[in-house]
């Protein structure tokens, strides 16, 4: 899976996180807080992405379906539709048509904006498993819904389970920290798929 990652150099991205650290003191505004975390993050060299590009260099599917997919680490199963121009993901838990009210991220959908291919293709809506994330990179229970998963899809189906999936943290908009990478193992994908 091709990420695209945003480059900041860790010496740079520890003299910007600090220059933004005092800005936030004297004048808070929100981009000056996105980009105090993105620098931070740069600095404990996480690699950085724009999650509209990730989805966008991953392709398409036929059906017009996206070949990535990203929802909270915590949900079982995600769906993916479009609203416009936008693909939504939503989890199990919410009417997938219904429970993104143009929100980029909440507690159960993810939007990314305006990444729709040619409209020469059908627009179809689909569910997937969600990849596990094995203990060693597993966030607390109680920060697993503040952390989210991206993965390629190998098809829009329930019981086709992933590959290769990445634990990110939102920063703001469509920037995203990647916290960690893996590949599941046969072992784990059989489970899944069992599920």
Do not use: C
Not at 47 to 74: E, H, K, M, T, Y
């Amino acid at each position: 899976m091709d990420l695209a990652t945003i480059v900041v150099p860790e010496d740079e991205a520890r003299a910007k996180a600090a220059e933004y650290a005092e800005a936030i003191r004297t004048e808070r505004t929100a981009e000056d807080e996105a980009l105090a975390m993105g620098y931070r993050a740069a600095a404990r060299g996480l690699p950085l992405i724009r999650l509209s590009d990730a989805v966008r260099r991953g392709g398409f599917f036929d059906n017009g379906l996206p070949r990535i997919a990203v929802i909270n680490a915590d949900a079982k199963e995600a769906s993916a539709h479009w609203d416009g121009d936008d693909i939504v993901f939503a989890d199990e838990q919410v009417d997938s048509q219904w429970g993104n009210r143009g929100a980029l991220v909440n507690r159960h959908t993810v939007r990314v904006r305006g990444i729709r291919p040619d409209s020469s293709r059908r627009w179809n809506s689909g569910w997937t498993v969600v990849p596990i994330i094995p203990p060693r990179i597993r966030p607390r229970r109680h920060r697993l819904h503040r952390r989210h998963i991206l993965w390629e899809v190998e098809e829009w189906k329930r019981g086709i389970s992933p590959r290769d999936p990445a634990l990110l943290r939102h920063i703001r908009g469509d920037l995203w920290a990647v916290l960690a990478v893996w590949d599941l193992t046969e072992l784990e994908r059989a489970v899944l798929a069992g599920a």
